[in-house]
């Protein structure tokens, strides 16, 4: 009978030990399943629902009464670089795709945009790729960024996408590098031709011949969307948490490479006297005022890749008022942290289990008997 008990008593430990075994290893799925959840899914919807429309005066006075204007909500973000097949990595195309992939669809179902501005460097390998590479970037482009039919999609075309100089195109398919070249000629053409319809929009009470044989624009002035930043020195004026590092304001910027040089700048001024300029291209951010009342914005970029705290811009716009702010997506450095302490934690829980490590409970618990015994 003893040797029977004793059978018994072996049967049942081993039985608590596989019990136990299992128990650990339901822990440990459910924490890894937790962190992949939180850090690939949630933290993007918790960190962007923080974020909301800037109001916007909607009113306009039209004689003695008072009307609403309609508010048009835009999104706009720059240079998302996705990877090619010639410097990407596969591993890096994965997680940052699939990291702007979740925030961008992440925004569009949380802030519900009516249109959405990407001010270019879309592609990272643009310039150089093959036919084949091409579409299937372009393919990634189309799922990444795929967005209902009632939301706009407008993109800006960056040097990273077409290259420079006589393929650089920006808004409005102008091309601005200022020697001549047939296609700058013919953008300097319909710049002109668009400067004269704002003009005569400008001038509704007292148009002069010229503007009454067109279809004149509504009497409101343009924002430009650009990828290159207008002409200015360096960053050395910007601040911010997301502005380009210290080291790096105070070096100079090259003209036609870094930004747009000073006559391409002036004409655009000059021509379409924009009342907001929106850039891209230095994956930084940067507030300029150009002339009296011309704000110039620099759009940080998109990608992980560039920045630890991407970021977009939210924009309330009527026909004669904005307000912009700005929405930042998950801190990379947050995302690694989290993923460290469950690493952290699971290395805890196998120790424990091994009895490598007394268990925090049974520690607590002695420190509790003892003061009871003081």
Known sequence: MAIIGLGFAKQNLHLFSLKKSQLLLLKLIAIILAALLFCEFLIYYVVIAQ?????????VHDGEKERLQPV???????????????????????????????????ALWLLQPEVVFILGDIFDEGKWSSSQAWADDVERFHRIFRHPRHVQLKVVAGNHDI????????????????????????????L???????NCSREQEQPDSLCVQGKQLPASAPILLQHFPL????????SGEDA???????LPFQERYDVLSREASQKLLWWLQPRLVLSGHTHSACEVLHGANTLEISVPSFSW????????????????????SKCYLPLEHKVLATYTGAAVFLVTLILVHLELLPSPFHFGWNLLRKSKRK
């Open 51 to 59: 974020c909301n429309w800037p109001e916007v005066k909607a009113t």
């Open 72 to 106: 048009l909500k835009a999104m706009f973000l720059a240079d998302t670089h996705l990877l090619g097949e010639i410097r990407g990595h596969w591993l890096d195309k994965l997680r940052r795709e699939w990291q702007m992939e979740t925030a961008f669809q992440t």
């Open 163 to 190: 290259g420079f100089h006589y393929h650089f195109v920006m808004v409005n398919s102008v091309a601005l590098e200022g020697d001549g070249c047939r296609i700058c000629s013919k953008a300097e053409a319909e």
């Open 192 to 198: 002109t031709g668009i400067s004269h319809k704002l």
């Open 231 to 238: 002409y200015r020195r360096s960053d050395a004026g910007c």
């Open 244 to 250: 380009a590092p210290p080291g790096e304001r105070d």
């Open 305 to 324: 890749r560039n920045r630890n705290n991407p970021s977009f811009i939210m924009g309330s716009v009527t026909a004669t008022e904005y307000a912009l």
